[in-house]
């Protein structure tokens, strides 16, 4: 069974960065969009970001509204990861974060709801403070 594993959350301050990873140990990602949602407390669900496979395309990619121009997705198959490169934090980007993929598409649909996905990240927690 294909597990996505996240890392690099932890506490910065407002105005700072931080770069998450995303891989999947002992599965290839290369031929496997990867979608970033976020979750905070009380709230639903957010998709923030997608990043379609770049074997035999040119690997398109979606930012919601929330994060576009501050955060980054990209890839690096030689080393089987997704990253987000969240710049420009703020208060209001705490939430949990979650790498998703569909075995079943190469490509992004856009920002999607996470009911879509079914092989999921444990999630890594993000903390900006004020």
């Known amino acids: 069974q294909v597990q996505l594993v996240e890392s690099g959350g932890g506490l910065v301050h407002s105005g700072g960065s931080l770069r998450l990873s995303c891989t999947a140990p002992?599965?290839?990602?290369?031929?496997?969009?990867i979608h970033w949602f976020r979750q905070a407390p009380g709230k639903e669900r957010e998709g923030i970001s997608c990043?379609?496979?770049?074997?035999?395309?040119?690997?398109?990619?979606y930012y919601a509204d929330s994060v576009k121009g501050r955060f980054t997705v990209s890839r690096d198959n030689a080393k089987n990861t997704v990253y987000l490169q969240m710049n420009s934090l703020k208060p209001e980007d705490t939430a949990v974060y979650y790498c998703a993929t569909d075995l079943n598409r190469s490509n992004c649909q856009g920002i999607v709801s996470g009911r879509y996905y079914d092989v999921w990240g444990q999630g890594t927690q993000v903390t900006v403070s004020s």
């Open positions: 990043i379609s496979s770049d074997i035999g395309s040119i690997g398109s990619i």
């Open positions: 002992g599965f290839n990602l290369d031929y496997y969009h």
